[in-house]
């Protein structure tokens, strides 16, 4: 049996996880921004100061990409305070983490890492490996030029080659570059036409010095756009009168499709309707894999209310994440239900609007008689309010002991005032979210929040999730 601290660790553990899944350090509706970071700094230091091995070890676990960057960081900065065991675990896992994350966010990382004058020999071999991974040199001194020129005079490394680090230090004292990219950033800077050969963000600027109208650039840009860059592009340049630029949403991340899909007028949407569903559904069904169809009958609560707006900094983010929570909880059910709190029943159509009766759609929920309950919320059930805690400790207590219909509630929100996110009720386990593709680990990782298995199951959790992912790690270096 655990002692009463080990319970206490797994429930901080937890509730960590919960505000780094959560959290991005971004207004909220119900928060704003500086709540946010303070209650999130509050808690790395927590965490890092009482519990480092698993502090480090959340980095295995499905957290978003800026407190994976806030982790790194504050171990590189405490690697006085680590035996040499934990430092080796930890470099590990700060590798396999710093490749999964988007590049600008990595180069913000080792500025951040600069700036504060951290600059020991782990740190400059993290740094170095991170860079001599990097698959295509050039480009990154193309598009990331700052941040790489950085990098490398605090890590003090050498460029790949001569010439890259002529481009980085000096890049236009030279009258030509032997690498295409490289010679093309530098023609572009008197050749109009070159400008269209450079990755999308570079390009900007020059078309910008050039005087170039939006609506022509963007239209002879488009074929040099990435899949995400063309999604978030595509209605602002159909303003600008650019009809070339059309997203393919073959292959788009399921969660990224469904805040595309809420972006657009409900018109579109209808316009639309065959379309969009069909590349919802496949996404959902990329997502669920070999899964699919196999978690019974399955109901699910999803929250449209208007605080499902989220705030101006994370538009319809929550309300994504239900919409994108729908179709793949469709597609891993053999039955599904799917149950709106503003009653609307076209999933498509939906949008932020009204109060948040969670505790009605509870009972409608329960009435389905589903093997499995999903609740996709913020927690703020206020029509009426307490009724949805009320349900779910009866359900649980008189109507439901032997636990037949497994319940889980997902937070896309964090609440900075409580340190986690809002729950429900204390008798169902509450896990945050951030993309729906993530909804099968968290249910999964629910059963902790529970409290029906202890720290050490949750310790054996996290270091199964630890090897997977350093295992394809190595496989993805191998290759």
């Not at 990154?140 to 003090?156: Q, W």
């Not at 669920?288 to 929250?303: F, I, N, Q, Y």
């Not at 059930?381 to 889980?408: C, Y």
């Amino acid at each position: 049996m655990d002692s009463y601290g080990d319970l206490i660790a797994a429930d901080d553990v937890l509730l960590f996880v919960n505000a780094a899944i959560t959290s991005t350090g971004q207004r909220e509706f119900h928060g704003d921004a500086g709540e946010q970071r303070l209650s999130l700094d509050f808690l790395h230091a927590y965490m890092l100061g009482n519990y480092r091995d698993l502090y480090a070890g959340v980095l295995a676990l499905d957290i978003n990409d800026y407190n994976a960057a806030l982790v790194i960081r504050r171990l590189l900065e405490t690697a006085g305070e680590a035996t040499a065991d934990q430092r080796r675990s930890e470099g590990r896992l700060i590798a396999c983490r710093l490749a999964t994350l988007p590049p600008q966010r990595v180069y913000g990382l080792f500025d951040a890492l600069r700036r504060a004058g951290v600059n020991n020999r782990r740190t400059r071999a993290i740094m170095r490996d991170w860079l001599s991974a990097r698959p295509d040199p050039a480009f990154d001194a193309v598009k990331y030029r700052s941040g790489l020129k950085r990098a490398l005079r605090h890590a003090h490394l050498a460029p790949a080659t001569e010439e890259l680090g002529a481009f980085v230090f000096a890049p236009l004292t030279r009258k030509h570059y032997a690498t295409p990219l490289l010679e093309t950033w530098r023609r572009a800077h008197y050749e109009q036409a070159a400008l269209y050969e450079l990755p999308y963000t570079a390009a900007e600027g020059f078309a910008a010095k050039h005087g170039i109208p939006r609506d022509v650039f963007l239209e002879r840009i488009a074929p040099r756009m990435t899949r995400l860059e063309t999604l978030r592009l595509q209605e602002s340049a159909h303003k600008a009168g650019t009809t070339g630029i059309q997203a393919d949403l073959a292959g788009m991340p399921l969660t990224r499709l469904a805040t595309y899909v809420l972006s657009l007028p409900v018109e579109d949407r209808l316009r639309r309707r065959a379309e969009l569903t069909r590349a919802l559904e496949s996404a959902a069904g990329r997502v669920a894999g070999s899964h699919r169809g196999s978690w019974g009958k399955v109901t699910a609560v999803l929250d449209d209310s208007f605080s499902a707006f989220g705030s101006v900094h994370k538009r319809r983010r929550p309300l994504a994440v239900a919409l994108a929570c729908h179709y793949l909880l469709a597609a891993l059910a053999g039955t599904y239900t799917g149950l709106w709190t503003s009653g609307r029943t076209d999933a498509l159509l939906t949008y932020p609007y009204g109060p948040t009766p969670v505790g009605r759609r509870i009972l409608d929920a329960l009435d389905t008689s589903p093997s499995r309950l999903v609740i996709v919320s913020d927690g703020w059930d206020n029509a009426p309010p307490g009724l949805a805690a009320e349900v779910l400790r009866i359900w649980r207590t008189r109507l439901d002991p032997e636990r037949r219909t497994s319940i889980v509630h997902l937070n896309p929100v964090y609440d900075a005032a409580d340190f986690d996110v809002r729950r429900l009720s204390a008798t169902v386990p509450t896990a945050g979210i951030r993309d729906a593709e993530d909804l099968p680990a968290l249910v999964e990782l629910a059963q902790f929040a529970e409290g029906r298995t202890g720290l050490a199951e949750l310790i054996t959790y996290m270091d199964t999730r630890a090897a997977r992912m350093l295992s394809g790690h190595q496989q993805e270096e191998a290759r």
